[in-house]
Structures are given as C-alpha cells and as structure tokens.
C-alpha cells in the first residue's frame, strides 16, 4: 500500500483596501475630537475658560498633571 500525502492548499484572505474618501471622515471626526480633549485637558482654567467657574478644570486635575499640564 503506498502512502499518499495530502498537502493543504489553503490561500490567504484578500483584504480590501479602504480607500480615502472612505477614511476621510472618520480620520476628520478623530482629529477634532483630540482636539477638544486637548482643550479640555490643557487649557479649560482662567482665561480661555468656556465654561465659568473650575467644574471642569476639577475633573480633569489629575489627568492634566499625568500628561504634565500644569494647572497650579
């Protein structure tokens, strides 16, 4: 009896490119949204405040001096 071996013949799956105009506004909506954290994170306090008084500038204390924003 002879010995047959099978050898798999197995193709990797094409993944389709994702073109840019598909991107494109997914890459705007991130882009402005860092953006505004960066705001909010580094310079929502005294002069360039939106909102009035320090709600937000208490919520964020920690995360400002973890990313070395001062704020004191």
Known sequence: MAAHCAVPTTTAPVIAPISLSALAPWA????????VLLYFVGAEQGATAVFQGETIHEWLHDGRHLLGFPCH
């Open 28 to 35: 705007a909506f991130a882009g402005i949204l860092m953006l």
